[in-house]
C-alpha cells in the first residue's frame, strides 16, 4: 500500500485568499487524485493530476478555481483559489495502488473559510 | 455515467445487533467494489474489497459484503456490531476505464 502525507493538516482562511495544499506519496505512481468531502457528504473527484502533462477536472470544477501542479512522480499541489466560505471542506489526496484497483488516500486536509 | 447509491444516511444500533448497509450501483458491465471506513477524525481506510471469484468476501474487523450481480447490490454486513465500529461508511465502484465513484456514505452509530 502506499503511504500518503499532505500538509497543512488544517487551516483556517479568510474569504478571498488562497491556499494551497501539498500530497507526498511515499512511491511513484503515475496518476494521483483529488477529491474534497464536504461537510456531511461523500467525496467528490475534483481531478486527476498526471505527471508531466495539465491535470483533467471533473464537471464542476475549474482549473482557474483549483490549479494544480504535479512536478513528479511522488508529489502534487492543489490550490483553493479566491476562497468563499463554500469552499470549506477536507480536501483529500489520493492514489491508486494493487495494479490500479484499490485507492488510497491522504489524510486530509480540513479548511475552514471564514 | 455510473452512480452509487446507500439506502440509509443514519443507522443506530446496540452493541451486539447485527449489522447491514445496502449499496447498489449502476453501471452494467464489469466493475470492481469496494467499502471504505471512515472513523470520527481519521481518513478513509478500505475496509474490504471485490474484484471476482468468490461473491462473497471478507475484510478487516468481521465485516463480509456479498456481490449480487443480478441486483447490482455490494451490501456490506457484521454480526455483531462493537462500539468500536462506529464510523461513516462509503460504499465505492469503479467500472474499467473510469474513476472512482463514492456512494453518498452511511452513518454508523453503536450504542454501549
Known amino acids: 500500500s502506499a503511504v500518503i502525507s499532505q500538509k497543512p493538516s488544517r487551516d483556517i482562511c479568510q474569504r478571498g485568499t488562497s491556499l494551497t495544499i501539498q500530497c507526498q506519496v511515499d512511491?511513484?505512481?503515475?496518476?494521483m487524485f483529488w477529491y474534497r468531502q464536504q461537510p456531511g457528504q461523500s467525496l467528490t473527484l475534483i481531478a486527476t493530476a498526471n505527471q508531466g502533462s495539465e491535470a483533467t477536472y471533473e464537471s464542476g470544477f475549474v482549473i482557474d478555481k483549483f490549479p494544480i501542479s504535479r512536478p513528479n512522480l511522488t508529489f502534487s499541489t492543489l490550490t483553493v483559489s479566491n476562497m468563499s466560505p463554500e469552499d470549506s471542506s477536507i480536501y483529500l489526496c489520493?492514489?491508486?495502488?494493487?495494479?490500479?484497483?484499490?485507492?488510497?488516500f491522504g489524510p486530509g486536509t480540513r479548511l475552514t473559510v471564514t | 455515467a455510473q452512480s452509487v447509491s446507500q439506502h440509509n444516511h443514519h443507522v443506530i444500533l446496540s452493541e451486539a445487533a447485527s449489522l447491514e448497509l445496502g449499496c447498489n450501483y449502476s453501471?452494467?458491465?464489469?466493475?470492481?467494489l469496494f467499502w471504505y471506513v471512515q472513523y470520527p477524525g481519521q481518513h478513509l481506510q478500505l475496509l474490504l474489497k471485490y474484484f471476482s471469484g468468490d461473491p462473497l468476501v471478507k475484510g478487516i474487523k468481521g465485516f463480509e459484503a456479498e456481490f449480487i450481480k443480478s441486483k447490482f447490490s455490494f451490501n456490506l454486513r457484521k454480526p455483531s456490531v462493537q462500539w468500536s465500529d462506529t464510523a461513516e461508511y462509503f460504499c465505492?465502484?469503479?467500472?474499467?476505464?473510469?474513476?472512482?465513484?463514492f456512494g453518498p456514505g452511511t452513518r454508523l452509530s453503536v450504542l454501549p
Open positions: 465505492a465502484v469503479k467500472d474499467y476505464g473510469q474513476n472512482f465513484v
Open positions: 453501471y452494467g458491465g464489469t466493475v470492481n
Open positions: 512511491s511513484q505512481v503515475t496518476m
Open positions: 489520493s492514489v491508486h495502488g494493487g495494479q490500479g484497483y484499490e485507492q488510497y
